[in-house]
C-alpha cells in the first residue's frame, strides 16, 4: 500500500513563506495526479490546488482554490515521488492542517476528496498575525 508523508508545515508570521512536501513510500509509486487540500477547525476540507501528469514527466496545475490563486503553486519531482506546495505571502486565514492526496484514476472529480485514494497524515500550517 501506498504511504505518503508530508513535511514542512509549522508556525510563519504574516506575509511569510512554507514549502509542503509530499514524499510516497511503501511501494512504487508513479504520480498520476495529485492534489493539496486543508482543513481549519469547524471548517469542511477544501482543495488547494490540484494537477495532473501529462506525458511522462510534465506536471501541470489544473486547479487553484480562488483564494490562493497567485500565492500558492502545486509542483512535483517525478525522480523523488514527491509533490510540494509552495506557500507564499502567507495569511492568518491560511492557518489550517494541510494533506496531500494523489490518485491513479483517468476520470475522477478534481475538488474531491472521496475520489482520490491516497493521503497524507496532514501537516500544521499556522499563520500568525
Known amino acids: 500500500q501506498v504511504q505518503l508523508v508530508e513535511s514542512g508545515g509549522g508556525l510563519v508570521q504574516a506575509g511569510g513563506s512554507l514549502r509542503l512536501s509530499c514524499a510516497a513510500s511503501?511501494?512504487?509509486?508513479?504520480?498520476?495526479?495529485a492534489a493539496w487540500f486543508r482543513q481549519a477547525p469547524g471548517k469542511e476540507r477544501e482543495c488547494v490546488a490540484a494537477?495532473?501528469?501529462?506525458?511522462?514527466?510534465?506536471?501541470?496545475?489544473?486547479y487553484y482554490a480562488s483564494s490562493m490563486k497567485g500565492r500558492f503553486t502545486i509542483s512535483s519531482d517525478y525522480a523523488k515521488n514527491t509533490v510540494y506546495l509552495q506557500m507564499n505571502s502567507l495569511k492568518p486565514e491560511d492557518t489550517a492542517v494541510y494533506y496531500c492526496?494523489?490518485?491513479?484514476?483517468?476520470?475522477?472529480?478534481?475538488?474531491?476528496?472521496?475520489?482520490?485514494?491516497?493521503w497524507g497524515q496532514g501537516t500544521q500550517v499556522t499563520v500568525s498575525a
Open positions: 492526496a494523489a490518485n491513479q484514476r483517468e476520470y475522477f472529480r478534481e475538488r474531491a476528496p472521496d475520489d482520490y485514494d491516497y
Open positions: 511503501g511501494r512504487s509509486f508513479s504520480w498520476y495526479n
Open positions: 494537477a495532473r501528469w501529462s506525458g511522462s514527466t510534465t506536471y501541470y496545475p489544473t
